[in-house]
């Protein structure tokens, strides 16, 4: 998977962070136009310094069951986020993508607060980062909670990158050795799992750009190439090239992708 284009540290005033200053304007404005919100809002954005304490606030909130964990969470959440900068980075991507990909999304307080599959992804890129510092339990239960909440279950393992849109999110599986390259879009009820019982790399690797459609169920150790369209309700047993469209159980290559980059169209029809 490529590496993850450098990033600075982004806990910084909001004036030096585009994302953040938007989120706290956004939420001013909100908190202005529905003071019911206003709690709520200054809550999870306005009291925090940075981007990172509130988002960190907001996933603990989310995920756990009493008090107790919230606390617990929130601390957990705010170290990694924190003290690995390209997490942020990878975040503020993710946040831009959902705008810029789904009509429904009017700022970035919108997923920030309320939708599921960025919520989601965010729980797993900490779960990942746990996972990789040997923090393997706590990053299984953090699968677990994600799972429990969001109907999202995502193995710590698995690798994403940036720019990744899940839009509504409910149902959607990715295994431990699942590779999610930059800039590719996901709908509901996608699965990126194995074939059976066998070990070792055995989920789907997919690749820059690609756009998958509605409960498509990618199936086995396969690759879907740059910038390729998954047709909605596909199952997918082989490779797809490059540029491919393909539709069908099993899913067959029916045509070439009429976009460079099918992520960012969101044109489902094949």
Same mark, same amino acid.
């Given at each position: 998977?490529?590496?993850?284009?450098?990033?600075?540290?982004?806990?910084?005033?909001?004036?030096?962070?585009?994302?953040?200053?938007?989120?706290?304007?956004?939420?001013?404005?909100?908190?202005?136009?529905?003071?019911?919100?206003?709690?709520? *809002?200054?809550?999870?954005?306005?009291?925090?310094?940075?981007?990172?304490?509130?988002?960190?606030?907001?996933?603990?909130?989310?995920?756990?069951?009493?008090?107790?964990?919230?606390?617990?969470?929130?601390?957990?959440?705010?170290?990694?986020?924190?003290?690995?900068?390209?997490?942020?980075?990878?975040?503020?991507?993710?946040?831009?993508?959902?705008?810029?990909?789904?009509?429904?999304?009017?700022?970035?307080?919108?997923?920030?607060?309320?939708?599921?599959?960025?919520?989601?992804?965010?729980?797993?890129?900490?779960?990942?980062?746990?996972?990789?510092?040997?923090?393997?339990?706590?990053?299984?239960?953090?699968?677990?909670?994600?799972?429990?909440?969001?109907?999202?279950?995502?193995?710590?393992?698995?690798?994403?990158?940036?720019?990744?849109?899940?839009?509504?999110?409910?149902?959607?599986?990715?295994?431990?050795?699942?590779?999610?390259?930059?800039?590719?879009?996901?709908?509901?009820?996608?699965?990126?799992?194995?074939?059976?019982?066998?070990?070792?790399?055995?989920?789907?690797?997919?690749?820059?750009?690609? *756009?998958?459609?509605?409960?498509?169920?990618?199936?086995?150790?396969?690759?879907?190439?740059?910038?390729?369209?998954?047709?909605?309700?596909?199952?997918?047993?082989?490779?797809?090239?490059?540029?491919?469209?393909?539709?069908?159980?099993?899913?067959?290559?029916?045509?070439?992708?009429?976009?460079?980059?099918?992520?960012?169209?969101?044109?489902?029809?094949?």
């Amino acid at each position: 998977m490529p590496d993850a284009p450098a990033q600075t540290n982004f806990s910084v005033p909001a004036e030096a962070d585009p994302v953040w200053e938007s989120l706290v304007n956004s939420a001013r404005t909100v908190g202005k136009e529905e003071p019911a919100l206003a709690p709520l *809002l200054n809550e999870f954005v306005l009291s925090h310094p940075s981007f990172e304490r509130a988002l960190a606030s907001r996933l603990a909130a989310k995920l756990a069951h009493n008090a107790e964990h919230v606390s617990y969470l929130n601390a957990v959440f705010t170290e990694v986020l924190e003290n690995t900068p390209e997490i942020g980075g990878q975040i503020r991507r993710d946040l831009l993508a959902v705008i810029a990909r789904d009509p429904a999304c009017d700022s970035v307080l919108t997923p920030f607060l309320w939708f599921k599959g960025f919520l989601a992804l965010t729980s797993h890129r900490i779960a990942h980062r746990l996972w990789q510092n040997n923090r393997r339990h706590f990053a299984l239960l953090l699968q677990s909670l994600v799972s429990e909440v969001f109907t999202v279950d995502i193995h710590p393992a698995a690798r994403f990158g940036s720019g990744i849109l899940i839009d509504h999110a409910t149902g959607f599986v990715a295994g431990e050795t699942a590779v999610v390259e930059d800039d590719v879009s996901i709908l509901h009820e996608v699965t990126l799992g194995g074939t059976g019982k066998e070990r070792g790399d055995r989920h789907p690797k997919v690749r820059r750009g690609v *756009l998958i459609g509605a409960g498509a169920k990618i199936l086995g150790n396969i690759e879907i190439g740059e910038c390729a369209k998954v047709g909605a309700g596909s199952v997918v047993l082989d490779n797809v090239p490059a540029h491919a469209s393909v539709a069908g159980v099993p899913a067959k290559i029916i045509g070439t992708a009429r976009e460079d980059l099918p992520a960012f169209g969101m044109d489902h029809r094949i």
